[in-house]
């Protein structure tokens, strides 16, 4: 199964999703700028992905560094932590792989001895934050294969399955968040019919989603946005899985533009509908959904992106937010790697 990022032979690769489903091409991303542009431009996207490419990048951006001292590298590190941050707002696994990254460098000045050994010191330095980083792309593999064992405990053979942008192995380490389910039912001979949202204005679920699933030999419909109410009212759709940008402390869960309609749709015709969100996704720090800031995006996008010349008016005034929030009241449950978890969200993301 391909994966979106990789470190191999001391080279930090990162899968062009904007390429997709075209040509599959990695690029190497060398220095903090790269690493800046790649989540930026969306080459590499989907919540936890983004926070393992942020870990290798901060790695890769520091490894040359050459300093005098633990203070002096504690210093480029955190302005190139704090850089990379500024990349993306709305996906908190950006900001806790980063934080996580920092944690285990400050973790590290205690059990130095300086002094004459201080390049040996260096070095150690530098081994321990690329162990963190694929710690953190080990892990994020290990959590998206238990909640694909845990959401796949919602679901019946034979269900239709609608989704929405992409929550698959490109979005993650490996495997997907909601769309980790689907790939262990294939494998145990589940007859899952998905549906995929194309997912305006960026087609992750029609460039991303209908790519990833076909790959591996599931059964997907693509679908335009405005169409999940239609595949609903016949009867369709069983169940609907999504994946998750950050969920606030009461578990209202920001994801990929349209994920609340489609939430709120599903509501009305009695539609489980699942967000599977591994727990580097939980912001408890973030009381509601209101308070996530959500990323808003160009307008091209919207008016010219994809069409072989420009679908609208030029210069005409477009709102483009990239995200919106489900009110955790139309999230029938939470699926985490650690498990399902049911309302009261408040207390029981606590609990977890
Ligand atoms: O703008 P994107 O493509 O980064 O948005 C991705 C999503 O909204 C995904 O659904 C989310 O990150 C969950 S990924 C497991």
Same mark, same amino acid.
């Given at each position: 199964?391909?994966?979106?990022?990789?470190?191999?032979?001391?080279?930090?690769?990162?899968?062009?999703?904007?390429?997709?489903?075209?040509?599959?091409?990695?690029?190497?991303?060398?220095?903090?700028?790269?690493?800046?542009?790649? %989540?930026?431009?969306?080459?590499?996207?989907? $919540? /936890?992905?983004?926070? @393992?490419?942020?870990?290798?990048?901060?790695?890769?951006?520091?490894?040359?560094?050459?300093?005098?001292?633990?203070?002096?590298?504690?210093?480029?590190?955190?302005?190139?932590?704090?850089?990379?941050?500024?990349?993306?707002?709305?996906?908190?696994? =950006?900001?806790?792989?980063? *934080?996580?990254?920092?944690?285990?460098?400050?973790?590290?000045?205690?059990?130095?001895?300086?002094? /004459?050994?201080?390049?040996?010191?260096?070095?150690?330095?530098?081994?321990?934050?690329?162990?963190? $980083?694929?710690?953190?792309?080990?892990?994020?593999?290990?959590?998206?294969?238990?909640?694909?064992?845990?959401?796949?405990?919602?679901?019946?053979?034979?269900?239709? %399955?609608?989704?929405? &942008?992409?929550?698959?192995?490109?979005? #993650?380490?490996?495997?997907?968040? &909601?769309?980790? /389910?689907?790939?262990?039912?294939?494998?145990?001979?589940?007859?899952?019919?998905?549906?995929?949202?194309?997912?305006?204005?960026? =087609?992750?679920?029609?460039?991303?989603?209908?790519?990833?699933?076909?790959?591996?030999? @599931?059964?997907? #419909?693509?679908?335009?946005?405005?169409?999940?109410?239609? @595949?609903?009212?016949?009867?369709?759709?069983?169940?609907?899985?999504?994946? &998750?940008?950050?969920?606030? $402390?009461?578990?209202?869960?920001?994801?990929? %533009?349209?994920?609340?309609?489609?939430?709120?749709?599903?509501?009305?015709?009695?539609?489980?509908?699942?967000?599977?969100? /591994?727990?580097? #996704?939980?912001?408890?720090?973030?009381?509601?959904?209101?308070?996530?800031?959500? *990323?808003?995006?160009?307008?091209?996008?919207?008016?010219?992106?994809?069409?072989?010349?420009?679908? $609208?008016?030029?210069?005409?005034?477009?709102?483009?937010?990239?995200?919106?929030?489900?009110?955790?009241?139309?999230?029938?449950?939470?699926?985490?790697?650690?498990?399902?978890?049911?309302?009261?969200? *408040?207390?029981?993301?606590?609990?977890?």
């Amino acid at each position: 199964m391909i994966v979106p990022v990789k470190y191999e032979r001391d080279r930090l690769l990162i899968l062009d999703q904007t390429l997709l489903p075209g040509e599959e091409r990695y690029i190497e991303a060398r220095t903090k700028e790269d690493v800046w542009e790649a %989540i930026k431009k969306l080459r590499v996207r989907g $919540a /936890p992905a983004i926070g @393992v490419a942020a870990a290798y990048g901060l790695y890769v951006a520091v490894r040359d560094l050459k300093v005098e001292s633990f203070a002096d590298f504690a210093v480029r590190f955190h302005s190139i932590k704090e850089y990379i941050a500024t990349s993306r707002p709305t996906a908190v696994n =950006l900001f806790w792989a980063l *934080e996580r990254m920092e944690r285990r460098l400050l973790a590290m000045e205690d059990g130095l001895c300086f002094g /004459p050994s201080w390049k040996q010191e260096l070095e150690y330095i530098k081994e321990e934050l690329l162990k963190e $980083a694929e710690a953190i792309r080990r892990e994020d593999e290990e959590a998206c294969l238990s909640m694909g064992r845990h959401g796949l405990s919602l679901l019946k053979k034979d269900m239709g %399955i609608l989704t929405h &942008c992409n929550a698959g192995t490109l979005a #993650t380490a490996k495997y997907g968040t &909601c769309l980790a /389910p689907i790939y262990l039912g294939q494998e145990q001979g589940y007859d899952f019919k998905v549906f995929a949202d194309e997912t305006r204005p960026l =087609l992750q679920g029609a460039r991303l989603t209908a790519w990833e699933l076909s790959q591996e030999g @599931v059964d997907v #419909t693509l679908i335009c946005d405005n169409m999940a109410a239609t @595949v609903m009212k016949q009867g369709k759709i069983d169940a609907v899985v999504v994946g &998750c940008d950050r969920m606030a $402390a009461n578990g209202d869960g920001a994801n990929k %533009i349209g994920t609340s309609g489609v939430a709120i749709l599903a509501k009305e015709f009695g539609i489980p509908f699942y967000m599977f969100v /591994p727990t580097s #996704t939980i912001d408890l720090d973030t009381p509601t959904g209101s308070e996530i800031q959500i *990323e808003e995006r160009q307008g091209e996008e919207i008016r010219e992106m994809w069409y072989q010349k420009p679908m $609208a008016p030029a210069g005409v005034k477009t709102y483009n937010p990239a995200f919106d929030v489900t009110d955790h009241k139309h999230i029938t449950a939470v699926v985490t790697e650690k498990g399902i978890i049911y309302p009261p969200y *408040e207390e029981n993301l606590r609990k977890l």
